[in-house]
């Protein structure tokens, strides 16, 4: 059963942001940080992690995403990463294994970087977020959404659709979700300064990647993987951008084979 709740977390320098949060199951708990696509791009992993394991599954909605109000001042990704961990503060969670996808693997390593103590791991499933020379991000706002969908799958048919047959508001939500992401993330998805920064890490981490990604290749996670002292990387196969999509039973084994203190 999913519970949705909405939390004001008090943020210095923002004040009062209202978050809302998805819910699955509970025990150890798991912060399941979505991408640019929305909270609907994880949901149903969300289900099959909190239902195949005794964890508790929080699903942050960014703010600004899924047709939520986003605050003027928060703008940033770093500014995300501690709202998340104000809002871990806030309902007293600990040993809180973070997993991001694309954006939402970024928004998990700056929060690696604030050194929460309730964080205990760090989970990266093809995250945006770094300049690789050599190894740019697809230009993700230049693209069509059937140009998207190819480079983000490996087999992308049982996945397209096409955003002019969506219901008006299912349309405004996706136009919504694409603004904030650009708010956040820029037009380039990068911060030339973050993986610098990452060679403070000390969180345990784990890079995991799609051999079949084409908006960040694989040897872009490496490099993610390098810049971070406690990460180790892994590929995953026949699965693209997305793999808590494509190949949500590879990647649940993945995550669930990462030693955790919780577990």
Known sequence: ??????????????GP???????????????????????????SFAELLATTHHVR??????????????????????????LYVALLD?????????????????????MALLESPRVSGIILVDAAG?????????????????????????????????PTTLPPAAQAVAAGNRAALAVYAGTSMTDPSLAGRLSASET???????DSDQIVDPDYGR?????????RFQLLKDTGHMPQIETPDQLLQAIWDFPSPAR
Do not use: C, K, Y
Not at 140 to 157: E, I, K
């Open 223 to 231: 490099a993610w993987a390098a810049a971070i002292p406690m990460a």
């Open 130 to 162: 770094i300049e690789v020379p050599g190894h740019p991000i697809a230009d993700f706002f230049s693209l069509t959404m059937d140009q998207v969908f190819q480079l983000s799958f490996h087999n992308p048919g049982p996945f397209r659709i096409d």
């Open 17 to 43: 942001v209202d978050v809302t949060v998805n819910e699955h199951g509970e025990g150890q708990p798991f912060l399941l940080l979505h991408g640019g696509g929305g909270p609907d791009t994880v949901a």
């Open 57 to 82: 599954v929080l699903i942050p909605v960014h703010p600004g995403f899924g047709g939520t109000p986003r605050p003027e001042a928060l703008s940033t990704v770093s500014g995300l990463a501690a």
């Open 1 to 14: 059963m999913t519970t949705t709740t909405t939390h004001t977390v008090n943020f210095n320098g923002v």
């Open 90 to 110: 806030q309902l007293g969670a600990g040993d809180v294994t973070v997993i991001g996808n694309s954006i939402g693997g970024w928004i998990a390593s700056e």
């Open 204 to 210: 345990p981490t784990l890079v995991l990647w799609g």
